[in-house]
């Protein structure tokens, strides 16, 4: 009897051991993107990225087992913070990564500050998001990053009158304002600030506007998966035969719908950090794995702000030698380096921002499908709306 109970007793001790220690060797990482509704896309990009860096780099690092457990917000923040809250004090997430629009990631930074738990914002690009939490650190990009190298583009090539028409919220606000200050500056003339909802945009009205305001070309930014709506009213209103010049962030040209965007598309120039046709060994291989694993899917910048997010998580879990102690993989992110599909990249050490090259682009057909062919490049771009002191 006495025996048995022992060996009960050394059986359960063992369990409850082994739980432990599985406990211990797993670091959870909750990524929280919309899966559903409007930017879906952007979830499922996001997704993919995450996870074909996990296929590539194996699911163990600095001897932790990695889990990766997505979550849905359906693009409205009081999920995202819900999810946060419940993937820290349930699921025991070390880190947490994703967020598909500003407002998502903004909701998450008072609870990254209090349970001090990394925040990788990889596909939101307001500028200021990094500043609304010590534990925050991006791997996307910011609107003024991508922006600004536009007014340079547009000063450069003659371009003098423009209308810029963007998504009336913290990135579309952030794209107008760095496109048209600099432009002004440089001697442009902005002809009308034109701003569309976030929520079920009507493009007609205001492209009509346009098309009355003749500038030289329009500049525009719309979240990604908005495109191609976009697009479509662009052709309706007779805008790609009217000789205005369609010009914006990369947001507009997004791989992900540029396929299906139609000739019209031909001709737009952008400034990004990212494009699926960028000639590097890095970027092949990364696209080439990409569509193998999703079903021939094409990566856009929001897949690589995921894959880079992971590689930056994987790097700081490497540099602790595991530990998840938020505030250690904090210091361990700041001031890394690697080489993403995007080019050469850095997390500024005193932003927690991503410097990164800033391409100019047009799209092209390429082997009978549009890309964005990259023509020219501003090296290590840093976040402006900071380096001017914000
Ligand atoms: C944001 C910025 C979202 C750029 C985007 O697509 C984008 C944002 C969903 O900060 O909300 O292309």
Request: aromatic share 6%; proline share 6%; charged share 25%.
């Amino acid at each position: 009897m006495l025996k048995t109970l022992l060996a009960v007793g050394v059986a359960a001790s063992a369990i409850a051991a082994s739980a432990a220690l599985a406990d211990d060797n797993t670091v959870t990482i909750g990524m929280i993107l919309p899966m559903t509704g409007p930017s879906a896309s952007t979830g499922k990009q996001e997704q993919a990225g995450a996870q074909l860096y996990i296929h590539e780099h194996g699911d163990t690092v600095a001897g932790k087992k990695i889990q990766l457990i997505v979550k849905d917000d359906t693009g409205a923040p009081d999920v995202t913070k819900r999810l946060a809250e419940e993937l820290i004090g349930n699921d025991k997430a070390k880190v947490l990564i994703g967020f598909g629009l500003t407002p998502l990631a903004l909701a998450v930074a008072p609870i990254a500050t209090e349970a001090k738990v990394p925040e990788i914002v990889s596909a939101a690009g307001t500028a200021m998001i990094t500043e609304k939490s010590p534990f925050i650190v991006r791997t996307s990009f910011t609107l003024p990053q991508a922006a600004e190298p536009m007014a340079r583009w547009c000063l450069k090539n003659n371009i003098r009158k423009v209308a810029t028409l963007v998504t009336d919220y913290g990135p579309g606000v952030d794209a107008e304002k760095w496109f048209s200050e600099p432009f002004v500056k440089g001697g442009g003339t902005v002809v009308e600030k034109i701003r569309v909802p976030l929520k079920n945009p009507d493009f007609a009205p205001f492209l009509q506007r346009v098309s009355d305001d003749k500038p030289d070309a329009v500049f525009v930014f719309v979240p990604s998966g908005f495109g191609a709506a976009f697009m479509k009213e662009f052709v309706d209103r007779g805008l790609d035969k009217s000789g205005i010049k369609l010009i914006g962030t990369g947001d507009v040209t997004d791989d992900d719908l540029l396929p299906s965007m139609g000739d019209a598309a031909i001709g737009a120039v952008t400034t990004h950090h990212y494009s699926a046709a960028h000639d590097s060994p890095e970027n092949k291989a990364f696209v080439a794995d990409f569509e193998k694993a999703n079903n021939g899917m094409r990566p856009n910048f929001m897949a690589v702000g995921a894959y880079d997010g992971m590689a930056l998580i994987y790097h700081a879990l490497e540099a602790t030698k595991g530990s998840t102690d938020g505030q250690a993989l904090i210091d361990a992110m700041k001031g890394a380096k690697w080489t993403s599909p995007r080019g050469p990249v850095e997390i500024d050490p005193a932003t927690r921002d991503i410097i990164q090259n800033i391409y100019v682009r047009k799209v092209e057909k390429v082997n009978g499908q549009l890309y964005n062919v990259e023509f020219d490049k501003i090296e290590a771009v840093k976040d402006p709306f900071k380096a001017a002191g914000n």
